[in-house]
């Protein structure tokens, strides 16, 4: 069974700095990698996705992908109170179209 | 991205009766949409998956005669939680994926709380 594996938290860090999340998988067929935003309350939202290794940016937001060690992170940079929020890693799982979930890391931005 | 729509989002409902939870893609075709729930500080965990037009897959440890899943249309999957009892209270959310698509969409989800 694939798993996802991601620090829990809270992770917290003051506004501006720079939030890093990271989340290893075990499946090294993995060639999908997501990442979703959940506030308190409300269903996922997707922010990034990334297919090939190296560095993946939008906007605020970097995704960075290594097959060899198996880790995917998310970067924000210049993080604002808006972001806090629990990160998802998200890959596909042992079907065709379903997604394995980590558990989430809680990110909290402090003003 | 593409919209999937699910409707009720809040409901509440006395212990032994049944709820139906609605998902809907709005604008794409979905052959197979997910079902997941997700109790207070825990992740989503997948229920079952629906296929439209034939029966859906359900994970380990889910009760398929108690969480009905009908998927008859491309756009619309349903999920009946029958009598539902207090332990059944969580957040339920659809997601829906489209058919030559990698990104999933969630629906808003559904808060059940049964009393």
């Known amino acids: 069974q694939k798993e996802v594996e991601q620090n829990s938290g809270p992770l917290s860090v003051p506004e501006g700095a720079i939030a890093s999340l990271n989340c290893t998988y075990s499946?090294?067929?993995?060639?999908?990698f997501f990442w979703y935003r959940q506030y308190s309350g409300k269903s996922p939202e997707l922010i990034m996705s990334i297919y090939s290794n190296g560095d993946k940016e939008d906007g605020r937001f970097t995704a960075q992908l290594n097959k060899a060690s198996q880790y995917v992170s998310l970067l924000i940079r210049d993080s604002q109170p808006s972001d806090s929020a629990t990160y998802l890693c998200?890959?596909?799982?042992?079907?065709?179209?379903?997604?394995?979930f980590g558990k989430g890391t809680k990110l909290s931005v402090i003003p | 991205g593409a919209v999937v729509s699910q409707h009720p989002s809040r409901v509440i409902c006395k212990s032994g009766t049944s709820v139906k939870i609605e998902c809907r893609s709005l604008d794409f075709q979905a052959t197979t949409m997910f079902w997941y729930r997700q109790f207070p500080k825990q992740s989503l965990m997948l229920m079952a998956t629906s296929n439209e037009g034939s029966k859906a897959t359900y994970e380990q440890g889910v009760e398929k005669d108690k969480f009905l899943i009908n998927h008859a249309s491309l756009t619309l999957s349903t999920l009946t939680v029958t009598s539902a009892h207090p332990e059944d209270s969580s957040f339920y959310i659809c997601?829906?994926?489209?058919?030559?698509?990698?990104?999933?969409?969630f629906g808003q989800g559904t808060r059940l709380t049964v009393v």
């Open positions: 997601s829906a994926r489209e058919v030559l698509g990698t990104e999933a969409f």
């Open positions: 499946d090294r067929g993995s060639q999908s």
């Open positions: 998200a890959l596909p799982g042992a079907g065709s179209y379903q997604l394995t």
